[in-house]
């Protein structure tokens, strides 16, 4: 007996969201969600949770994007205004497992309609199957939850680190240290002050568009997480549509496009990434952690956003950057502080694995249990 369906006009309504520019935004902590995922706050919702959001142009063309919280859906996205006593998280699904391929309103760039939504047909479950189906998914999703959040707390301790130790100087010792004054001001005797591009280089290996001899990892900005060092969004290509650059694992990916988005994140691969990053690699494997922790901060950030040119897309520059300075601790609490940083980003690399892992086989689960539910 073949699955009962309906149109998806008939399980939900959906809205266009609203514009909010940076400009307009104001501290808070309601999620603004866009095309792509969440990528902001502000101090206003616009939308109920939980709530699902489709991303409506561009790259991010048919995300889907599940909050449980109130928040607000970004003009770039299509959301939910209404279940129609349907389970939120069952329909979050559901619009995962839909290919909107063929549903593309635009031309020069990808666009959804909700008109063109609303005839698709769809499985029809009664609301206990739809909740079975959810929370057999759910569980994966929260095991991923769970990683994230300890993703995030890997990066804040490694961050706290480099504060507690490079910006307040409260190392191991510090308090039977001197100091004495250097072009940073006072500084701990023995602690040289060197230009970010003394410990660092940029890396500028390009690969041609066009086809490929075999598939390679592929990081575009959209991937590039905000104020996070764990990359973890990537997608295989077999062709370029134009010029790009090759990275390394361990290399810096820095987003040098409006670099006041703080788009700054260790590779934990090797692969091509847009020609719009800029790629820093340590000269020693022991800068490494120092030069990551330097660049991470939001005061090189600052840096890279006042000395960047252009107005509607500012762009910064090597050339500028690589004059920052940083300071060099003696090679003993060098190597401490790498210890602990490192570890940090290995165990935030495998947990990232783990959620690449859970993903895969959730979205394998996907389809086969809206096919036998």
């Given at each position: ?12 309504r959906?809205q ?20 792509a ?8 919702a ?5 709530g ?39 329909v ?86 001197r ?40 990081v ?25 650059l ?31 990053t ?13 030069v ?15 000395t ?48 690449q ?17």
């Amino acid at each position: 007996m073949s699955q009962e369906k309906i149109t998806l006009g008939e399980l939900i309504r959906l809205q266009r969201g609203f514009d909010l520019t940076e400009v307009q935004r104001r501290p808070g902590k309601v999620p603004i969600v866009g095309s792509a995922g969440i990528h902001g706050f502000h101090d206003t919702a616009k939308a109920s949770g939980p709530g699902v959001t489709l991303g409506r142009s561009g790259a991010s063309f048919g995300k889907v994007t599940f909050v449980r919280e109130d928040f607000w859906p970004h003009n770039t996205t299509l959301f939910v205004t209404d279940f129609k006593g349907n389970d939120p998280a069952f329909v979050r699904y559901l619009l995962e497992s839909m290919d909107f391929t063929s549903l593309n309103s635009g031309s020069a760039q990808q666009s959804l309609n909700r008109n063109f939504l609303y005839p698709v047909p769809v499985p029809k479950f009664n609301l206990p199957t739809q909740r079975k189906i959810a929370g057999i998914l759910s569980a994966y999703d929260d095991l991923i939850e769970n990683n994230l959040r300890r993703i995030k707390i890997l990066g804040e301790m490694a961050q706290s680190l480099y504060r507690e130790w490079f910006v307040h100087f409260r190392f191991p010792g510090h308090e039977s240290a001197r100091f004495v004054d250097s072009a940073l001001g006072r500084t701990p005797e023995g602690w040289a002050v060197k230009k970010l591009g003394e410990l660092a280089d940029q890396m500028r290996r390009g690969v041609p568009k066009g086809k490929l001899d075999q598939p390679f990892r592929y990081v575009g900005l959209e991937h590039i997480p905000r104020q996070s060092l764990a990359l973890d969004a990537w997608e295989e290509t077999t062709e370029l549509g134009s010029n790009k650059l090759t990275f390394e694992r361990g290399d810096v990916l820095f987003g040098k496009i409006r670099p006041y988005f703080h788009k700054v994140s260790v590779a934990p691969f090797d692969g091509i990434c847009s020609a719009d990053t800029i790629v820093i690699r340590s000269q020693k494997p022991e800068h490494r952690a120092l030069v990551t922790s330097c660049v991470f901060t939001e005061a090189f950030v600052a840096h890279a956003t006042a000395t960047s040119n252009g107005s509607k897309m500012p762009r910064t520059d090597w050339k500028v950057l690589k004059d920052y300075p940083l300071l060099l601790p003696p090679k003993t609490l060098l190597n401490r502080f790498s210890a602990v940083f490192e570890d940090s980003i290995s165990q935030q690399q495998n947990l990232i694995s783990r959620n690449q892992t859970l993903r895969q086989t959730r979205d394998l689960l996907l389809p086969k249990l809206l096919q036998k539910s």
